[in-house]
């Protein structure tokens, strides 16, 4: 459990691989605008303070978290990125509709990286309340966003090494 008073999106940029020849795909989920936003600007942060130019990020937008997988799958199919983000926020509501989303969510994102050589990146949070997401979309636990970009890095040096 995350505490009140730990970021817990820190990292200390000396262990990161430089990110200045690496490609960025990010599709965002237009859904809970706020809170991807607050994820994108998390990311996009934490990809420049790590070398990336901004010339090699590219933003494409869907409707919804279900749809990011179709998104990422359409990015990588374009080629010429070395990781993709997938950000999104579901959440939960009164009907069984969070479950579905999450789960169809979860395991498309998880077969694009099973079945292409792009790292796609999860970057979808999946919490309870309004505030949970403000709290770990910009808020007291940091941000998401940025811990995603930082695993993007690795993954992109982990598929170029």
Request: charged letters at 15%; glycine letters at 10%; one cysteine or more.
């Amino acid at each position: 459990m995350a505490t009140a008073n730990k970021n817990l999106s820190d990292y200390n940029k000396t262990t990161i691989p430089n990110a200045n020849k690496f490609r960025f795909g990010i599709v965002v989920s237009e859904w809970n605008h706020e809170i991807t936003e607050g994820l994108y600007t998390g990311a996009i942060e934490a990809l420049k303070d790590c070398g990336a130019l901004e010339a090699n990020i590219t933003r494409w937008n869907v409707p919804g978290s279900f749809e990011l997988t179709f998104g990422c799958k359409k990015m990588i199919a374009q080629g010429g990125f070395d990781a993709v983000i997938a950000i999104g926020s579901v959440i939960q509501g009164e009907t069984k509709h969070f479950d579905f989303v999450c789960s169809a969510t979860a395991q498309g994102i998880m077969d694009l990286n099973v079945q292409t050589n792009v790292p796609v990146i999860f970057c979808v949070l999946t919490d309870n309340t309004l505030q949970q997401a403000i709290d770990r979309s910009g808020g007291k636990h940091g941000n998401k966003g940025a811990e995603a970009a930082i695993a993007a890095i690795k993954m992109a040096a982990l598929g170029n090494g």
